[in-house]
Nanobody
């Protein structure tokens, strides 16, 4: 059974930082590309960042330079370091594991940026 469990969300003031984690089980983590998506009320889901199995990274235009995606294959964990947070970063953040036609998603963790 595949499980992706996100953690680390919460309420933070503008300009603050958060570090999200996604713990994976039931897959050979190192084989999978991993990504972070977010879903804001009234908006389409947005790809935040992606990291391949070899460690290559890509970022959505709105977070480039502020967010950093990384992975620890030994701990089957994906991370998203979020700095200089803005109110428009408020969303449900969820992780994705993909390998060929296979995709798995977690339930998400809420990030709210507000003063």
């Amino acid at each position: 059974q595949v499980r992706l469990v996100e953690s680390g969300g919460g309420l933070v003031q503008p300009g603050g930082s958060l570090r999200l984690s996604c713990s994976a089980s039931g897959i050979v983590f190192s084989y999978y590309g991993m990504g972070w998506y977010r879903q804001a009320p009234g908006k389409q889901d947005e790809l935040v960042a992606n990291i391949t199995r070899t460690g290559d990274t890509t970022y959505g235009g709105t977070v480039k330079g502020r967010f950093t995606i990384s992975r620890d294959n030994a701990k089957n964990t994906l991370f998203l370091q979020m700095n200089s947070l803005k109110p428009e970063d408020t969303a449900l953040y969820y992780c994705d594991a993909h390998f060929g036609p296979l995709h798995y998603w977690g339930q998400g963790t809420q990030v709210t940026v507000s003063s």
